[in-house]
């Protein structure tokens, strides 16, 4: 790492924390001069009020940590261009152009994806042809730039090593600075087929899941809003330990329930349901009255055998069963006319898409 260049580096990342503190200084002022109650004003400066308190929100949640990557991109026939890569997008209010990139923009796919040479990314407009010249990684703490790291790799194994050597703590991180390639493919896949990621306990799922939700506001804003999106999930425990990763990367509003909660709300009302882990307290504790009509014994050999591959198997008979007889095996008539044969309704029952 050249000195020179490492001055060159604390500077720019100096000028831009410093252009950040005036665009927020900017729109605090702005904002408290035009500190109007907007539910009776016009639906268009309703969604100016918004957005600038979006952009506020998001100035405040990365000025300590503007950006941690950097890709010199030459498009075919232009010039050269530095692009710092961020979790949020920022734009210059005065110029419109691009302070930081947001990780989920199609041109950051070359950081992700790309290698130094030939490259390509998919934009709106269609492939962008060019040429990476330079992609680079940033340790940044409290807008004090640490070291950066060039990499010419599809893995970004230096920033990974140190984000896995951070002391964890009880709540789920974002790692956009670290995706690794399966990972980016996951992420960006085609919004209009089903996806199953499927992995270990830690593997990351869940974290890839939640990126790839603010991948997709961020790309299809027009067709869908956050509130679109519903999570559902095990425990309240659960939806506490990710409940930061989607505001972190500048999501909010997604829908998030535990399986009982969603029921609840369709249902409409409150119904008493069976605690989970009560048998399994009573067993642990050994904790029996003739509430529990039989001996602990009992209950226990009965768990045994739902957690057996033999209980398994019956479940899935059981299952094949409904799959193979859930249709009548007859015509569907009304009135003694024939509307359609068996066979085509099965058909379309069973045809896949």
């Known amino acids: 790492m050249e000195e020179k260049e490492f001055l060159r580096e604390k500077e720019k990342l100096k000028k831009v924390v410093k252009q950040l503190s005036s665009e927020e200084q900017e729109l605090e002022e702005h904002m408290w001069k035009s500190n109007e109650n907007y539910s009776d004003e016009s639906y268009v400066k309703a969604h100016l009020a918004y957005l600038n308190q979006k952009k506020l929100s998001d100035l405040k949640k990365i000025k300590n940590k503007p950006y941690f990557a950097r890709i010199d991109f030459m498009p075919k026939d232009e010039k050269k261009e530095e692009l710092y890569i961020g979790k949020l997008s920022i734009l210059d209010s005065n110029t419109r152009k691009p302070i930081i990139i947001d990780w989920r923009a199609p041109i950051s796919n070359l950081y992700y994806d790309g290698r130094i040479g030939k490259s390509s990314y998919e934009s709106p407009e269609g492939i962008i042809e060019g040429d990476i010249s330079l992609k680079r990684q940033y340790f940044i703490e409290n807008q004090i730039l640490e070291k950066y790291s060039d990499i010419d790799l599809k893995t970004n194994d230096e920033l990974l090593q140190v984000a896995l050597a951070e002391k964890a703590d009880d709540r789920l991180k974002n790692i ?75 999501v909010e509003n997604v829908k998030q329930y535990t399986f009982e909660d969603l029921a609840y709300e369709i249902i409409g009302k409150k119904l008493k349901i069976s605690d989970s882990n009560e048998k399994l307290v009573t067993i642990v504790n050994k904790e029996f009255d003739e509430i529990n009509n039989g001996d602990i014994e009992t209950i226990i050999n009965e768990s045994k055998y739902k957690s057996s591959i033999n209980f398994k198997n019956i479940v899935d008979e059981f299952l094949k069963d409904i799959e193979d007889n859930y249709l009548p095996r007859k015509d569907f008539i009304i009135e003694n006319i024939r509307i359609m044969r068996y066979e085509n309704i099965k058909k379309l029952f069973t045809r896949r898409l």
């Open 176 to 250: 956009v600075a670290t995706i690794q390639g399966e990972q980016n493919n996951i992420i960006r896949a085609d919004i209009d087929k089903a996806l199953i990621v499927q992995g270990v306990a830690g593997s990351g799922k869940t974290t890839i899941a939640l990126h790839r939700i603010a991948y997709l506001i961020y790309n299809y804003e027009k067709e869908f809003d956050p509130e679109n999106f519903m999570i559902i999930a095990p425990t309240k425990f659960f939806l506490n330990y990710i409940s930061n990763v989607l505001p972190d990367l500048g």
